[in-house]
């Protein structure tokens, strides 16, 4: 009697265990269980997506995040179509309002932020969709062309955005001998370059591709800035606090990553080959 009692409780355990694998939920951050079927968007069936006014190469094309163009774009596609979402719905914010606590009239935002822990007492962020690395441009006549190392631009004039890890970089890591100029954004930074208020501008590399390439093509990437821990920074899409959408982006970006999807779309549109030196500490 108490086999055929043993036998009949693994039994109900089995079918338990097998019910529960065939649902749609999935794991949060406190291992607890969050469900994706439906998907809990703002809007049944249309993922409502913020990014920057504008938004620039390579991350989005032609200032249209709806095309499909652009690296970002292109991964929020990606993450749609793993969820299982064919409407993606767009709207625009400035970068730094977004990073503020409170309900989110969209699903999640996603303009290059960095993934920080301040940031994160305040928003929450999905698993790192890239690796960022730093990197500083100047003309070939800046007192920075010559620069191999932090050391040596510490007397420079410097420039970065505001609320970006670029001028956290600045201050914390190069920590030059004058205040870094702030800009509103990487627009303003450019100008601020193009005025001469500045010997370089620390900004992404992708994006300093791309402004030495289009925007100031007298400018060259004079450096890859060395990272400041053995943990990469990374890239992630903003949500509200307690947004229960997160671990269901994960999933998908888990499956991106996986199958290699995230690699290409990297390689097609952030990647830009030759031979960038890279700055010693």
């Known amino acids: 009697m108490k086999i ?10 089995a079918i338990v ?6 649902d749609d939920s999935t794991e949060t951050a406190d291992g607890g269980e969050a469900s994706c079927d439906p998907l809990p968007t703002k809007v049944d069936g249309t993922l409502t997506v913020a990014t920057g006014e504008p938004v620039f190469p390579p991350w989005m094309e032609d200032d249209d995040p709806s095309n499909g163009r652009g690296f970002e774009s292109a991964v929020v596609y990606a993450v749609a179509g793993e969820l299982g979402i064919e409407n993606v719905e767009w709207t625009r914010t ?17 303009q290059q932020y960095s993934i920080t822990a301040d940031r994160d007492e305040v928003v929450d962020f999905s698993d790192g969709y890239y690796e960022v690395e730093q990197a500083i441009i100047g003309p070939a006549d800046s007192p920075a062309a010559g620069a191999s190392s932090i050391e040596e631009l510490k007397e420079l004039r410097l420039g970065a ?6 001028l956290d970089y600045i201050d914390e890591t190069i920590q030059p001998s004058s205040d870094a100029a702030v800009y509103d954004d990487n627009v303003a930074a450019k100008s601020g370059f193009d005025a001469g208020q ?10 300093a591709y791309y402004i030495t390439a289009v925007e100031i093509p007298d400018a ?27 671990p ?5 970006l888990a499956t991106l990553r996986d199958d290699g999807t995230l690699e290409s779309l990297e390689d097609e549109w952030l990647n830009q080959g030759g031979s960038i030196p890279s700055l010693s500490n």
């Open 4 to 13: 055929r009692a043993l036998t009949s409780l693994l039994f109900a355990l």
């Open 17 to 22: 265990a097998a019910a529960c694998g065939d």
């Open 94 to 110: 400035g970068f730094d309002e977004a990073v503020s606590a409170g309900e989110k009239d969209y699903d999640f935002n996603i």
């Open 161 to 166: 955005a505001i609320g970006t890890t670029s």
């Open 198 to 207: 500045v010997d370089g501008v620390v900004m992404d590399l992708p994006t």
């Open 220 to 246: 060259s990437i004079i450096g890859v800035l060395p990272r400041t821990s053995e943990s990469p920074e990374e890239l992630g899409m903003l949500f509200e606090e307690g947004s229960p959408l997160v």
């Open 248 to 252: 269901c982006v994960n999933a998908a």
